[in-house]
């Protein structure tokens, strides 16, 4: 079976690990590109702080390097590669055998569906797994100049690229593929549904079951007083509560104190916004009235601390890694009691 396997996969797997050199030549690019630029700005801004100003903005938060575009871009194609394998590799599995006619062939030749199953699903998901390690390595030396500098490993988009949950992503995708493909039978409806299943479930984890892993912290201050926070964190949300504990929210367009529209704030505050518009000088030095009025008023920031990057890597690991077992499960209870 395992010859067979092979025999059956050896053009996918050629293409593949072209796929996979073109990734990598284009992280290896950029990724030195990025590093040198990266080291000659820190070089730079060093070099200002003993010797006078510099051409780069080097203040906290300044944002020395970005990346630029080419980042964003290359971004995008690391979010999109985990599935692939899934697309091109697992929804075929099943679905190409029952489309041909040959799982008559396979499954009367001495061979269990079981084992035919376990050997070929074995051998792709090991695949799988071994394209999301190649892709996270690489990403996470790649990503290394811009988490440097503004500790974004842990928001959305970046926290998805590193370590150890690509790797959990690809398993997934392979798992969802030949899951879809048995049900299904049809290749082309499969990849459909692989594809639009791997982005469901991770839009729905990224944006309601990520943030709740563990219990955010809040840090609440009451007004005119602003929480601060220092070094990375993740941001889940921000803003300020009146004194019955409602969120206050008001014409985005309007200038904001504390946070928070003028319009929104008590009557004696009102004094905050000047003719134009503007703040007045009392935003910094609160009238005794104003002041008062604010009694109740609470300013608030949740997060999840960075040294809870781990945990929750190892959380979402074993979230896909789970539900590519239930796949295979379903996969393999379908192919031993259907008929063929």
């Known amino acids: 079976m395992t010859w067979l396997t092979w025999r059956q996969y050896r053009a996918q797997f050629a293409v593949g690990t072209a796929v996979m050199a073109a990734l990598c030549l284009l992280l290896v690019l950029t990724g030195l590109e990025f590093v040198s630029q990266y080291h000659t700005i820190i070089t730079e801004c060093a070099s200002g702080a003993h010797n006078?100003?510099?051409?780069?903005?080097?203040?906290?938060?300044?944002?020395?390097?970005?990346?630029?575009?080419?980042?964003?871009?290359?971004?995008?194609?690391?979010?999109?590669?985990?599935?692939?394998?899934?697309?091109?590799?697992?929804?075929?599995?099943?679905?190409?055998?029952?489309?041909?006619?040959?799982?008559?062939?396979?499954?009367?030749?001495?061979?269990?569906?079981?084992?035919?199953?376990?050997?070929?699903?074995?051998?792709?998901?090991?695949?799988?797994?071994?394209?999301?390690?190649?892709?996270?390595?690489?990403?996470?030396?790649?990503?290394?100049?811009?988490?440097?500098?503004?500790?974004?490993?842990?928001?959305?988009?970046?926290?998805d690229v590193l370590y150890l949950v690509p790797v959990a992503y690809a398993?997934?995708?392979?798992?969802?593929?030949?899951?879809?493909?048995?049900?299904?039978?049809?290749?082309?409806?499969?990849?459909?549904?692989?594809?639009?299943?791997?982005?469901?479930?991770?839009?729905?984890?990224?944006?309601?079951?990520?943030?709740?892993?563990?219990?955010?912290?809040?840090?609440?201050?009451?007004?005119p007083a602003q929480p601060q926070l220092t070094g990375s964190y993740w941001l889940i949300s921000q803003g300020t509560r009146n004194p019955a504990g409602l969120l206050m929210v008001g014409p985005q367009d309007q200038m904001a104190?504390?946070?928070?529209?003028?319009?929104?704030?008590?009557?004696?505050?009102?004094?905050?916004?000047?003719?134009?518009g503007g703040l007045t000088s009392a935003a910094g030095g609160l009238t005794s009235s104003c002041r008062a009025a604010l009694t109740g008023f609470r300013s608030f920031i949740t997060y999840q601390p960075a040294s809870r990057f781990w945990a929750f890597q190892g959380i979402e690991t074993g979230v896909f890694v789970v539900l590519a077992a239930i796949l295979l499960t379903v996969t393999a209870v379908v192919l031993i009691r259907r008929d063929a």
């Open 52 to 159: 006078g100003p510099t051409s780069v903005n080097c203040s906290i938060g300044g944002g020395l390097f970005s990346g630029g575009p080419t980042a964003g871009f290359v971004s995008l194609i690391l979010l999109a590669t985990p599935v692939l394998a899934g697309l091109f590799l697992g929804a075929p599995m099943v679905a190409a055998e029952f489309e041909a006619g040959t799982t008559q062939f396979a499954w009367m030749q001495g061979i269990t569906r079981a084992r035919w199953f376990a050997v070929k699903a074995g051998w792709l998901l090991l695949a799988a797994a071994a394209w999301g390690a190649v892709i996270a390595a690489l990403t996470t030396w790649w990503a290394s100049p811009t988490n440097a500098e503004h500790g974004s490993e842990f928001y959305p988009g970046r926290f």
């Open 171 to 223: 398993v997934f995708a392979m798992a969802l593929g030949i899951c879809a493909g048995a049900l299904i039978r049809r290749t082309v409806p499969a990849m459909a549904v692989t594809l639009g299943g791997f982005i469901a479930a991770r839009v729905a984890v990224t944006l309601w079951l990520r943030p709740h892993y563990l219990s955010a912290v809040t840090v609440t201050r009451s007004l």
């Open 257 to 276: 104190a504390f946070g928070v529209p003028v319009s929104s704030l008590p009557k004696a505050c009102a004094g905050l916004a000047g003719p134009t």
